[in-house]
């Protein structure tokens, strides 16, 4: 793929959208189209600063496309709605399902290479473990509304004969990283924790409410923003064997480690406070998440993973005290 490609970004002034558009400006591609929702006051330094050929608003793409004809070498399609506390599953089913089915059809139609963004939330409690096989699609039992609508969209594509020249669906795991300050309830709890910080001078922990897990020990797969970029840009560089493919570290850590990181991170010694978690999410929490990562290892992909403590501590110094975007 050389630097001149025009490429897609879908969910363009969102968190991981927005950074993959600064990453791919950094490798050179500038060619870029960005589809999102651009009239939120609160997502615009995302896109401050960086290059592309034109924005283009969400609801309006496919019209955009049919007049305009343009060439495209490839598609990220990581917009979404992603508000796992969102129980009205119709919204999800138009902007999860519906037009991630659009962009689909249209990368297929027009021979274009297409990553989309699905996510850990398809596992549900993990009852049948974190493989990325096709098989266990049709099996996941997710505990919210998002993650039914992307593993809905994900058995759509198995069945799907036709299909683009090259496909991948990313299990995102829990990523964080900057430009993730328009998210509010469903920004990263890096994010929270320094906010908390930097404001009472310590965290809040939701309590478990399992016997198996104590306070804080609850444990999810944290991966951070800077390695989801790479990947993203490998696959679009290398197309390996099309298919969906986890994206975590493959290391699951404690949420308390991950308090204690952010507290390394502005140089205070760590303060937690363990509150109850809300009514409405606590049947619906994942105690538990840890990406089998052997696919994408199967396929080449050669880079390390940040571990927890070397990406919260370049997301705290580096972004989060200075107040920087990427």
Same mark, same amino acid.
């Given at each position: 793929?050389?630097?001149?490609?025009?490429?897609?970004i879908?969910?363009?002034a969102?968190?991981?959208?927005?950074?993959?558009?600064g990453?791919?400006?950094?490798?050179?591609?500038?060619?870029?189209?960005?589809?999102d929702? =651009?009239?939120r006051?609160?997502?615009?330094?995302?896109?401050?600063?960086? !290059?592309?050929? &034109?924005?283009?608003?969400?609801?309006?793409?496919?019209?955009? !496309?049919?007049?305009?004809?343009?060439?495209?070498?490839?598609?990220?399609?990581?917009?979404?709605?992603?508000?796992?506390?969102?129980?009205n599953?119709?919204?999800?089913?138009?902007?999860?399902?519906?037009?991630?089915?659009? @962009?689909?059809?249209?990368?297929?139609?027009?021979?274009i290479? !297409?990553?989309?963004?699905?996510?850990?939330?398809?596992?549900?409690?993990?009852?049948l473990?974190?493989?990325?096989?096709? &098989?266990?699609?049709?099996?996941?039992?997710?505990?919210?509304?998002?993650?039914?609508?992307k593993?809905?969209?994900d058995?759509?594509v198995?069945?799907? &004969?036709?299909?683009?020249?090259?496909?991948?669906?990313?299990?995102?795991?829990?990523?964080?990283?900057?430009?993730?300050?328009?998210?509010? %309830?469903?920004?990263?709890?890096?994010?929270?924790?320094?906010?908390?910080?930097?404001?009472?001078?310590?965290v809040?922990?939701?309590?478990s409410?399992?016997?198996d897990?104590?306070?804080?020990?609850?444990l999810?797969?944290?991966?951070?923003?800077?390695?989801?970029?790479?990947?993203?840009?490998?696959?679009? &560089?290398?197309?390996?064997?099309?298919?969906?493919?986890?994206?975590?570290?493959?290391?699951?850590?404690?949420?308390?480690?991950?308090?204690?990181?952010s507290? %390394?991170?502005? +140089? %205070?010694?760590?303060?937690?406070?363990?509150? +109850?978690?809300?009514?409405? @999410? %606590?049947?619906?929490?994942q105690y =538990?998440?840890?990406?089998?990562?052997?696919?994408?290892?199967?396929?080449?992909?050669?880079?390390?993973f940040?571990?927890?403590?070397?990406?919260?501590?370049?997301?705290?110094?580096?972004?989060?005290?200075?107040?920087?975007? =990427?």
């Amino acid at each position: 793929m050389n630097t001149d490609s025009v490429i897609v970004i879908t969910g363009a002034a969102g968190f991981i959208g927005s950074c993959l558009v600064g990453y791919l400006n950094q490798k050179g591609f500038n060619n870029l189209l960005l589809v999102d929702d =651009f009239s939120r006051e609160d997502k615009a330094p995302n896109t401050e600063g960086k !290059l592309f050929l &034109e924005k283009i608003p969400r609801n309006h793409f496919f019209e955009w !496309l049919s007049e305009h004809k343009p060439r495209i070498d490839f598609v990220f399609h990581i917009g979404a709605r992603t508000d796992t506390t969102e129980f009205n599953y119709s919204i999800h089913q138009e902007l999860n399902v519906e037009y991630s089915q659009k @962009i689909w059809n249209y990368c297929t139609i027009h021979n274009i290479p !297409l990553v989309y963004a699905s996510s850990a939330a398809t596992y549900g409690g993990g009852e049948l473990g974190y493989d990325d096989s096709h &098989e266990l699609v049709f099996n996941l039992q997710p505990l919210n509304p998002y993650g039914v609508s992307k593993n809905e969209f994900d058995k759509w594509v198995m069945h799907e &004969e036709c299909h683009p020249p090259f496909w991948a669906g990313l299990k995102f795991f829990n990523v964080y990283g900057p430009n993730e300050n328009h998210k509010g %309830r469903m920004a990263s709890v890096i994010w929270h924790s320094f906010n908390q910080i930097k404001e009472t001078g310590k965290v809040k922990l939701f309590r478990s409410h399992r016997p198996d897990f104590e306070d804080g020990q609850q444990l999810r797969d944290f991966v951070y923003v800077m390695d989801v970029l790479k990947v993203c840009v490998w696959l679009m &560089e290398n197309q390996p064997a099309s298919g969906l493919y986890n994206l975590g570290t493959g290391k699951a850590r404690a949420f308390e480690d991950l308090v204690k990181a952010s507290f %390394r991170g502005m +140089d %205070r010694e760590p303060v937690i406070e363990f509150i +109850d978690m809300p009514e409405d @999410i %606590r049947d619906k929490y994942q105690y =538990f998440t840890e990406a089998n990562m052997q696919k994408l290892r199967d396929q080449g992909y050669p880079e390390s993973f940040y571990t927890l403590e070397e990406g919260v501590e370049d997301y705290v110094r580096n972004y989060l005290v200075p107040g920087k975007y =990427f």
